[in-house]
């Protein structure tokens, strides 16, 4: 069962305007979630991440909204760079442990 | 060291034949974590070690798959009689005991010919 998805394989942006990255979850045990981004032949890098008793964490041009009665949580960047093309993972971490559990991926391309 | 480092870095192995992945984690870190990640797909749980307790291995794909800890440090993943399928980048990750912050190594890319 896929427990954490990203609809959106793909996404191009033009740099300057903002990003908005997809996710959804059905897990209701989730209690973290946390968005990584990998650029090709590295490991995924931290990025930013959400509490499940906040709606919203910001942190420089980075921002997650989580709505939990829809189970969607979204990532905003804005404004979006050349730089921050790379594939970008949501994942949730359960209640019961710290094993994460990874959506598929959206790779963003910010156009100059 | 600085980061979560894994050799090699590329493996090119023959069908049916065994294979050994390496990750050393950050010093300090209890749990450390192995990932696989296949062509167009997110990153899979493989297999999760914390401390002393018994670790959960409860994403492994097959009894083909084996990881250890030793000493609470350096981990090897062990792929036996390697398939095609087994063709995936394979990420260990680490972190500090109760976090969600896993810190990734830069993978190793198996493929089986």
């Known amino acids: 069962d896929q427990q954490v998805k990203q609809n959106s394989p793909s996404l191009s942006v033009q740099e300057g305007r903002i990003s908005i990255l997809n996710c959804d979850y059905t897990?209701?045990?989730?209690?973290?979630f946390l968005w990584y981004k990998k650029y090709p032949a590295e490991g995924p890098t931290f990025l930013i991440s959400?509490?499940?008793?906040?709606d919203k964490n910001e942190d420089g041009r980075f921002t997650v909204f989580l709505n939990k009665s829809a189970k969607h949580l979204s990532l905003h960047i804005v404004p979006s760079q050349p730089g921050d093309s790379a594939v970008y993972f949501c994942?949730?971490?359960?209640?019961?442990?710290?094993?994460?559990?990874f959506g598929e991926g959206t790779q963003l391309t910010v156009n100059p | 060291g600085a980061g979560v480092s894994q050799s090699p870095s590329n493996k090119v192995t023959e069908k049916g034949k065994d294979v050994e992945l390496r990750c050393d984690p950050i010093s300090g870190h209890t749990a450390l974590y192995w990932y696989r990640q296949s062509l167009g797909q997110g990153l899979e749980f493989l297999i999760y070690f914390q401390g002393n307790s018994a670790p959960d291995k409860s994403g492994l794909p097959s009894d083909r798959f084996s990881a250890e800890r030793t000493g609470g440090s350096v981990s090897t993943l062990t792929i036996q009689r390697t398939q095609q399928e087994d063709s995936a980048v394979y990420l260990c990750?680490?972190?500090?005991?109760?976090?969600?912050?896993?810190?990734f190594g830069s993978g190793t890319r198996l493929t089986v010919v």
């Open positions: 994942a949730g971490k359960s209640i019961s442990g710290s094993r994460l559990t």
């Open positions: 897990n209701s045990m989730f209690d973290y």
């Open positions: 990750a680490s972190s500090l005991a109760g976090t969600a912050y896993h810190t």
């Open positions: 959400i509490s499940s008793i906040k």
